[in-house]
């Protein structure tokens, strides 16, 4: 496993210690989780599970893989570690979601 894989697994696992008060193993499974599924997604459709703001749980189908999805204009706005943005494939168009709210199953 690359360095810079596993410093930016422990870079989002503080992230969710100090934001959002998990103890060390649950940030470091929920960082693990999110890692997964980003590198899911650049590869193929997947089918996921995050909690919404306002409770609700929400399953999705997203993807990252780049002949999957359509061409972006204009990158300026400013980049968010916090969430995750994906496209989703049944309302095609942009979605995101709080990194701290993966479900893993």
Request: charged residues 30%.
């Amino acid at each position: 496993m690359k360095r810079n894989v596993l410093h930016e697994i422990m870079s989002l696992a503080w992230q969710f210690v100090k934001r959002n008060g998990f103890s060390m193993s649950e940030a470091l499974k929920c960082a693990w989780a999110n890692m997964k599924l980003k590198s899911a997604m650049k590869q193929k459709i997947v089918k996921f599970y995050f909690k919404k703001v306002d409770g609700s749980i929400r399953e999705a189908y997203g993807t990252l893989k780049e002949n999957l999805i359509p061409a972006t204009s204009g990158d300026n706005r400013k980049k968010n570690d916090t969430v995750q943005v994906y496209f989703d494939t049944e309302k095609q168009e942009y979605r995101c979601f709080k990194k701290a709210n993966l479900i893993t199953l």
